[in-house]
């Protein structure tokens, strides 16, 4: 998280756009886990 804070300090319009990023990626993992946990328990 510290990483993340001088990260905001020094570049705060490039890391919200690589947060942005990893967010967007993120949620289609878990909708693909998702998909993988349903499929799973048939």
Known sequence: ???LRIAF???PKQTAAVMKKINKCDMQINALVGKLSKTNKK
Do not use: E, I, R, V
Request: aromatic share 0%; proline share 0%; charged share 15%.
């Open 9 to 11: 300090k020094h570049a």
């Open 1 to 3: 998280m510290n990483l």
